[in-house]
């Protein structure tokens, strides 16, 4: 449950910064599964707990917002609506097709190759922090992608975040049933980087 203490951790120790992009498509999702009395039940609770996120369409999508903002907007819609860490993936595989940078970075695919070298850079224009690896695309003949996501020691939360989010990407991408994603190393749990692996 938030409360003044977590709040003010995360946004004391929380460093980088994330394009406002991430609190629209997080809107979006909020609409489509809970409906306008949904977003506004949400927007009220920011207001209660002084999280300064504003879901009704004004954060500028292009400019860069604290990255701990990022974290307290998941842990706010998954306690508002008592939302499981399942719904959390669900929610992250749904934000590419809200998203105009991946939307952008799909509509120029031309291979595998050129495809996962310009994701690393779009990591880049969406986070100030972190280094996603490109994947090694002569695995997808063995039936799966790996994607390493190094200097990236946020939250949790964010690790099932983008458990679904790396599945989304590699459905729009490979076409291919039954995929299966885990996170095979996490910072959170000693490892040097994190590692995201999807298996179809």
Same mark, same amino acid.
């Given at each position: 449950m938030l409360d003044e203490k977590i709040i003010k951790n995360i946004l004391?120790? #929380?460093?980088?910064?994330? =394009?406002?992009?991430?609190?629209?498509?997080?809107?979006?999702?909020?609409?489509? $599964?809970?409906?306008? @009395?949904?977003l506004?039940?949400?927007?009220?609770?920011?207001?209660?707990?002084?999280?300064p996120i504003d879901y009704n369409g004004e954060a500028n999508a292009?400019?860069?917002y604290p990255l701990s903002l990022r974290v307290l907007s998941?842990?706010?819609i998954q306690d508002v609506f008592e939302w499981d860490n399942e719904k959390i993936i669900e929610m992250?595989?749904?934000?590419?097709?809200?998203?105009?940078? #991946?939307?952008?970075?799909? =509509?120029?695919f031309i291979s595998f190759e050129k495809t996962f070298s310009e994701a690393? $850079?779009?990591?880049? @224009?969406?986070?100030?922090?972190g280094e996603l690896v490109v994947p090694?695309?002569?695995?997808?003949n063995d039936n799966y992608l790996v994607f390493p996501l190094k200097d990236f020691e946020v939250h949790p939360i964010l690790c099932e975040y983008y458990k679904g989010y790396f599945l989304s990407i590699c459905r729009m991408i490979v076409k291919a049933e039954n995929m299966v994603m885990k996170e095979t190393k996490c910072m959170f749990k000693g490892d040097?980087?994190?590692?995201?692996?999807?298996?179809w």
């Open positions: 004391d120790n #929380v460093k980088g910064e994330t =394009r406002g992009v991430v609190f629209k498509t997080d809107a979006e999702f909020i609409k489509e $599964k809970m409906g306008e @009395e949904g506004e039940k949400l927007q009220n609770m920011a207001n209660q707990l002084n999280i292009t400019k860069w998941i842990l706010l992250g595989e749904a934000a590419p097709k809200y998203s105009f940078i #991946v939307r952008t970075l799909l =509509r120029y690393s $850079k779009y990591w880049k @224009e969406h986070y100030s922090v090694d695309p002569s695995v997808v040097e980087y994190h590692e995201f692996k999807v298996t």
